[in-house]
């Protein structure tokens, strides 16, 4: 029996070679010598994103894209259209296996808002409502405002809480520790008796922009309405009632939440040569806030990823897995679209090699950032020394992305880009976030670092260990 276990066994190995299956690793030196034997077609891919015809094309691509349709909310009609153009766009490419695969997606609209303190004096403040707040009663919201610079201060000061507008003025320590205040802002406020909550925007960096952004309510907590408030406007209403004057705010928001929204996931492939079921998959998501132009967050790093495929089909190149690009819907509302392509898709698991993601800019890039394996990594290594025409060569770790978490819980190594941030998040999810923030020869190098990566893995003799 045991015998018979071991032959069987052999003989699956054996049919899994270019698998992660492979019961006989290869000495390293072997694996570095066929990374390294693609200098030549690194270069070539180099300098048609950089120097060649295909200079600046992901940026006039975007450009042309989120100049024709604007922000893209999810379950907007501008969704769609945006959707139904990538979809026309990706054929008249020449890319292959472009399809649409349908998802569900929540549908919220922002409506009316405004607030404006009506005492001490009047002033109207800047604000955005979050995704996923209710609106007020149509005479709006006038309560006095409790100002804290934390969750702590909040329950401290509970008694005050009761019937108040609870402005947040937490201090920027960085986004994913702070955004937890626009996440949990409403719900902490109303668990202590409050009638609203205004937060400071997550921003180190302002002009009177308020940034919006998802938030979440929880079952047996009132819902109460939801803003953020610009930097300036929430250190005016501290610097006030530190003064101890009265501050009193009138909140009126319309938005709305329907029922959830037809939406898709777009999808293009170049369809591998010899191991067409293996998968390398690279992202962005096509749905953005529904101010400024989601060009930053994430048209670029959709449209860095479409590039991927386009330089390797204009220089004729296929891989030996498939290099498939998927634009996720939904991401914003907390990867909805890319949870429903994981529960569809996950049954193949075991076929996708490396998931990767840009969704955090496509300012000038340092490099890669990645999450797998230590054997994993000394590969990923290897392959960013063939970045060393434009010196972006690095490998960090972490590598991440809300989208491609989903298979990197379940053990698939991951791939972010790692580009120069310091910006990124005075833009973000605000009116700000347009074409203005792109750069063209930024976007040409994260383009070159992403198809390099995508193009080494899939065509590599063995899938990425895990
Ligand atoms: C690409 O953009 C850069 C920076 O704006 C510009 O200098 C260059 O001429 C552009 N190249 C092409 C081919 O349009
Ligand atoms: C503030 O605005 C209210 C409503 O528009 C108005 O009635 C009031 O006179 C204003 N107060 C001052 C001091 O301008
Ligand atoms: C799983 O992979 C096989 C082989 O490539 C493919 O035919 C099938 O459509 C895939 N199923 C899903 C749900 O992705
Ligand atoms: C290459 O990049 C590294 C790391 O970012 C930097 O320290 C170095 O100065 C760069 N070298 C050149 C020649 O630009
Ligand atoms: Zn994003």
Redesign the pocket.
Known sequence: MKLLFLIVLMYMFDQHKGNRLSNNPRPFEDIKREISDYSEVAKKIINLAVYGKAQNRSYERLALFVDTIGPRLSGSKSLELAIQYMYKALKNDGLENVHLEQVKIPHWERGEESAVMVEPRNHSLAILGLGGSVATPPEGITAEVLVVTSFDELHQRAQEAQGKIVVYNQRYVNYGETVLYRGRGALEAAKVGAKAALIKSITPFSINSPHTGIQSYAVGVPKIPAACISLEDAELIARMSSWGSKVVVTLKMGAKTYPDADSFNTVAEIVGSKYPEQVVLVSGHLDSWDVGQGAMDDGGGAFISWEALSLIKDLGLRPKRTLRLVLWTGEEQGGIGAEQYYKLHKMNISNFDVVMESDEGTFMP??LAFTGSDEARGIMKEIMKLLKPI????LFGNGEGTDISYWMKAGVPGASLNDDITKYFWFHHSQGDTMTVQNPMEMNLCAAVWTVVSYVVADMEEKLPV
């Open positions: 340092s490099g010196n972006i060569t690095q």
